[in-house]
């Protein structure tokens, strides 16, 4: 009998009863896997590396839908597979995978709430020891929602809609055009601070309680409709590779439940480089 599939949401509890469960896979995702997941992971969970993984080289993109179905036979993972993801530090980069996952049609897929942070807080088991997939599946993509996505020109189309909201997810620093990348990350910089005009600026960070999990939903609403950000509009986030981005996508679309919301993951990596795009500073939308 098929595993009730409980949501995009789900929390350490739930996933400790039902780690050993047959069609649901673990997969941890990191930007570095080696201060993570070899360190130590939730026993069972796979390994998705963000950089080497979900990129696609030489170009600057996200693997295509031939590479997502790659990605899961090596994995062992089938269509009909309710996937768990979670990641180092704050899930930035299992909700980027959610994100693509989405996308690809996966149907049965969710975040542990809290992430490998709150799993470690609660003593939970780690290990060391990466499972083994005894053979490939047979995963197929079979369709692709581009619906979840906007490029730069799509964004650039919109900056002066009334029925469309941006919203910049980064630090108020980088927002303003203070740093042009976050402390982390000093390497990554664009060649322009600043913000997209008209973007109003409610960082990632806001949606979440001190230890991760993400917070109320009646709280989450206030958040957002507070500043504009409202159901009834085409909501379009971004931050600097599109990471961060995927987190709020997450909240306002999956938790929130609003219709309309795409990440523009070229974010302010490629509009803060793109010749001829315009820019604000300042602390004003």
């Not at 959610?98 to 975040?111: L, N, P, R």
Request: aromatic share 12%; glycine share 8%.
């Amino acid at each position: 009998m098929a595993q009730e599939y409980p949501g995009p949401l789900v929390e350490i509890d739930w996933l400790e009863k039902n780690l050993s469960k047959p069609g649901i896979k673990v997969v941890e995702v990191d930007y570095d896997p080696q201060s993570a997941y070899y360190i130590g992971h939730i026993p069972g969970a796979l390994l998705i590396d963000w950089k080497k993984d979900l990129n696609k080289y030489p170009e600057r993109d996200i693997i295509d839908a031939e590479g997502f179905e790659r990605l899961m036979r090596r994995l062992g993972i089938e269509n009909d597979d309710h996937v768990v993801l979670y990641g180092d530090y704050n899930n930035w980069f299992a909700a980027f995978a959610y994100w693509i996952f989405k996308m690809y049609g996966h149907e049965k897929v969710s975040i542990l709430n809290g992430g490998r942070t709150k799993w470690i807080a609660l003593g939970k088991p780690l290990t060391k020891e990466t499972p083994r997939v005894d053979k490939e599946s047979s995963y197929r993509v079979l369709r692709v929602d581009l619906r979840y996505r906007a490029f730069f020109i799509d964004v650039m189309r919109k900056l002066r809609d009334p029925n469309v909201v941006l919203v910049d997810v980064r630090s108020p620093e980088e927002y303003k055009g203070e740093v042009t990348a976050p402390p982390e990350y000093p390497n990554e910089q664009a060649q322009r601070g600043g913000h997209i005009p008209g973007a109003v600026n409610i960082p990632w960070k806001k949606a979440v309680n001190d230890d991760g999990t993400f917070k109320d939903v009646e709280e989450l609403k206030r958040l957002y409709e507070s500043r504009g950000v409202t159901p009834d509009k085409e909501v379009i986030v971004y931050c600097r590779i599109g990471e961060r981005a995927a987190h709020t996508w997450f909240v306002l679309k999956e938790l929130l439940g609003y219709p309309r919301v795409r990440v523009y993951d070229g974010s302010w990596s490629e509009w803060g480089n793109m010749v001829g795009a315009p820019i604000k500073t300042g602390d004003e939308p």
